[in-house]
């Protein structure tokens, strides 16, 4: 089945770790995004790339890092400096020309215990 | 100024009645329209995309778009409880960066 793969769907990080969450698709999409939401919020972007080894900051990017080696795998790593991480983590993948639609994993819950 | 911007409602209709959502976007030359609907605790899945003016049905969902006056919007006919959810209204841009709005909260009354 194509789709999007994220990974886990719960995580608990301790205060001053770093955390990665995995993101895969096999929809052969050249762009992949990272968003988070906050209870009662609508979805804010940390990253995004539009190629491989390429990537561009979004709106609250400070305190997040990301990589893409490989077009199907976008994974996301919050940091120790992103103060406020607990939120639900989403990834979306688009064919990345206009007017294509993005569709988005099932999500990660990160909660900083 | 937010660039995607919806009434968070809650908005409440009764079994069968259209729930009529609405979406006003900020960049003039935003270029693909998309409503979302988000389910408590789950992902966003895509209901309808919209990329000229005027309307698009998909069985009991119509969008509407009038790019003149930046405004989006979702109907949805005979509405079912299975319909309450959240809706996402999202824009992109041309750097096909996808921009959302904070949703509308949707209430079917059995």
């Known amino acids: 089945d194509g789709g999007i793969t994220q990974s886990p769907k719960y995580l608990f990080r301790k205060e001053g770790q770093n955390v990665t969450l995995s993101c895969e698709q096999n929809?052969?999409?050249?762009?992949m995004y990272w968003y988070r939401q906050d209870p009662g919020q609508g979805l804010r972007l940390i990253y995004y790339?539009?190629?491989?080894?390429?990537?561009q900051k979004g709106d609250i990017a400070e305190g997040y890092s990301v990589s893409r080696e490989k077009k199907e795998s976008f994974p996301l790593t919050v940091t120790s400096a992103q103060k406020n991480p607990t939120a639900f983590y989403l990834c979306?993948?688009?064919?990345?020309?206009?007017?294509?639609?993005?569709?988005f994993g099932q999500g990660t819950r990160l909660t900083v215990v | 100024q937010k660039e995607v911007e919806q009434n968070s409602g809650p908005l409440s209709v009764p079994e069968g009645a259209i729930a009529s959502l609405n979406c006003t976007y900020s960049?003039?030359?935003?270029?693909?329209f998309f409503w979302y609907r988000q389910y408590s605790g789950k992902s966003p899945e895509l209901i309808m995309s919209?990329?000229?003016?005027g309307d698009k049905e998909d069985g009991r969902f119509t969008a509407q778009l009038n790019k003149a006056s930046q405004y989006v919007s979702l109907l949805i006919r005979d509405s079912q409880p299975s319909d309450s959810a959240t809706y996402l209204c999202?824009?992109?841009?041309?750097?096909?960066?996808?921009?959302f709005g904070t949703g509308t909260s949707l209430t079917v009354i059995p």
């Open positions: 919209i990329y000229s003016n």
């Open positions: 960049d003039r030359v935003s270029q693909s």
């Open positions: 999202a824009v992109t841009n041309t750097g096909n960066q996808f921009y």
């Open positions: 929809l052969n999409h050249d762009a």
């Open positions: 790339s539009q190629i491989v080894n390429d990537f």
């Open positions: 979306a993948s688009s064919q990345g020309s206009m007017n294509t639609e993005a569709f």
